[in-house]
Each structure stands twice: as C-alpha cells, then as structure tokens.
C-alpha cells in the first residue's frame, strides 16, 4: 500500500515522490494508469518530476512528449 503522507520536511516530501516516480516508471499499464490507481494528481507527479530529474538522469527517457 502507497504511503499517504508526503512527509513533514523537504527531504521527507522528497523522498516520497523519488519512491513514487520510481514505481510509477516500472508500472506496467504507465505511469497514468498509475496515477489513477493510487489516487495521485498527474499535475503533481509532473511537477515533481521536472524537479527532481536534474537529480535523476536515469529519468532522462520519460520526458513527455
């Protein structure tokens, strides 16, 4: 089961959305699907993502085109 906090400082909130980029990037049916499944906002997810993929050049190929 997902977490439902998203931690309560920055490294926490972090951590959080590292662990969910990462799940959602191995889900099989996309990351949509994922979203939708384990009630997360896409606009979120996005966001984050932009964020955090200077850190995270294994990102790099799931820009959104």
Same mark, same amino acid.
């Given at each position: 089961?997902? *977490?439902?906090? =998203?931690? $309560? $400082? &920055? *490294?926490?909130?972090?951590? /959080? ?8 990037? *191995?889900?099989? *049916? ?5 979203? !939708?499944? /384990? ?5 979120? /997810? /996005? +966001? ?5 993929? &200077? !850190?995270?050049?294994?990102? +790099?190929?799931?820009? &959104? =085109?």
């Amino acid at each position: 089961m997902m *977490q439902t906090s =998203h931690g $309560n $400082n &920055p *490294q926490e909130r972090e951590a /959080y959305w590292v662990d969910v980029i990462n799940k959602a990037r *191995q889900y099989e *049916q996309g990351v949509t699907a994922y979203c !939708r499944e /384990y009630n997360i906002s896409k606009n979120s /997810y /996005y +966001s984050w993502f932009k964020v955090l993929r &200077p !850190r995270h050049l294994e990102w +790099s190929e799931d820009l &959104p =085109h």
